[in-house]
């Protein structure tokens, strides 16, 4: 019987080592974020003997099921350690498509409908952002940022945040707003939020993807948690 000796999450996916041999010792080593195309890189040390069969599966509720033989080249069948890695694409399954077509098909036609209704002002204010919040140096605050928000002049806010100060200005733009077309609010966090980490460049020093991962989604906790949508 196949033994599953290895399993790591992608999302809501399974990647699973799988071989003929139960009683040796197989371990997930690293695993990476999918790339701009959607590929996963795996890399695994594995102990080898001369008889061993290895099969890669892939499962992901969604998703078709991927099952490969792993070959090892010749040179390298024996008991030792080595690594393997793969290029991993998932291939969202016909329903899976549909589905999507759907969504992105209602999405458009809502865009298509919301940008007709939009004169070219509101068109031109949806590129505008504004400042508004303290800096090191002391407040800043753009002129006449409630009256250009409720003209539909202005798309974003940069530097404000905290739910008080982010509702104040979303309800202007939901409830007082011809399209009312919600803000978006940015802030600049680089190295943290509330909680203060080293920059990132500093972090990539470490090659610790374990700890990297943790203070971004830390840092991304607390900016949510604190209004901001885009950082």
């Known amino acids: 019987d196949y033994t599953t000796r290895c399993k ?23 695993l990476h974020h999918p790339d701009s ?4 890189t795996l890399s695994t040390f594995v102990t080898i003997p001369s008889t061993e069969q290895l099969f890669l599966r892939i499962t992901s509720p969604g998703y078709e099921t991927i099952l490969k033989e792993i070959i090892i080249p010749s040179s390298e069948k024996r008991q030792k350690n080595i690594i393997l890695k793969w290029q991993i694409a998932l291939t969202p399954s016909q329903e899976q498509i549909q589905t999507y077509q759907q969504q992105q098909g209602r999405m458009d036609s809502t865009i298509d409908d919301l940008m ?5 002002e509101e068109k031109i204010g ?25 003209l539909g002049r202005i ?11 982010v509702r104040a200005l979303q309800e202007l733009a939901m409830n007082h707003t011809r399209l009312k077309i919600p803000l978006i609010f940015g802030y600049d966090v ?18 610790d993807m374990a700890s990297i991962e943790t203070s971004a989604r830390i840092a991304a906790q607390e ?9």
């Open 8 to 30: 790591r999450s992608i999302t809501d996916a399974n990647i699973e080592i799988i071989h003929i041999q139960s009683d040796l010792r197989s371990v997930c080593h690293e």
């Open 37 to 40: 195309r959607g590929s996963y």
């Open 116 to 120: 007709s209704k939009m004169t070219l």
């Open 126 to 150: 949806q590129l505008n952002l504004v400042t508004v919040g303290f800096d090191v140096t002391g407040p800043i605050v753009s002129e006449n940022v409630d009256e250009n928000i409720r």
């Open 155 to 165: 798309g974003g806010v940069f530097n404000t945040f905290t739910p008080k100060a």
């Open 190 to 207: 680089i190295h943290g939020h509330r909680t203060i980490f080293p920059i990132s460049l500093g972090m990539s020093t470490t090659w």
């Open 223 to 231: 900016a949510t948690a604190d209004g901001l949508n885009w950082v």
